[in-house]
């Protein structure tokens, strides 16, 4: 008879820690399930920001050509009196 009771004891203790056992790997596999939602996430933010930088140096360097044509046919117009005043037909 004790020799039963400490066997379903021993049953009941086992039974515990697979449980445990059980919930642990659960939450490690959960830890790195949003580990790695985490880095996905700093990748994608990176890579969005690293596109933004670059969209950024397209459109300064396209504000500089703007702003040279516009200096150089603003030039060209206002030259252009200068020009009838010496032509000579």
Do not use: C
Request: avoid cysteine.
């Amino acid at each position: 008879m004790l020799k039963a009771i400490i066997t379903k004891i021993l049953l009941a203790i086992l039974a515990a820690l697979v449980a445990i056992g059980g919930a642990l790997t659960y939450q490690q596999h959960e830890a790195a399930k949003a580990a790695a939602a985490v880095a996905k996430a700093a990748a994608i933010l990176q890579q969005q920001q690293k596109e933004a930088e670059e969209r950024r140096t397209e459109d300064e360097a396209f504000r500089r050509r703007v702003e040279a044509d516009k200096k150089k046919h603003n030039s060209a117009a206002a030259n252009e009196g200068k020009t009838w005043q010496k032509y000579i037909p």
